[in-house]
C-alpha cells in the first residue's frame, strides 16, 4: 500500500493542464495535488452515453442487459 501511495505522489506537476482555479482538494483525498476546475470540467464533458459504452464494450451473456 505504501508503495502505490509513493506512486501516486511521484505524479505531481506530470502531465497537461488547462490550469486556472483549483478545487480545493483536502490532502487527505490522496491527490499529489490539487485539481484545475478546469479540467474536472473538460473530463465530465467527454463522458460517453451509456449507449456508447455499451457499444463498444459489450458484456455478452448479461442477464439485464439482455432484458433491455
Known sequence: MYNNV??????????????????GLNPLCGYPEDLSIADIKKILDDCPSVEELV????????????RG
Open 6 to 23: 509513493k506512486t501516486i505522489q511521484g505524479l505531481k506537476g506530470k502531465g497537461p493542464t488547462l490550469g486556472g482555479e483549483k478545487l
Open 55 to 66: 457499444r463498444k464494450y459489450p458484456v455478452e451473456g448479461n442477464f439485464l442487459a439482455d
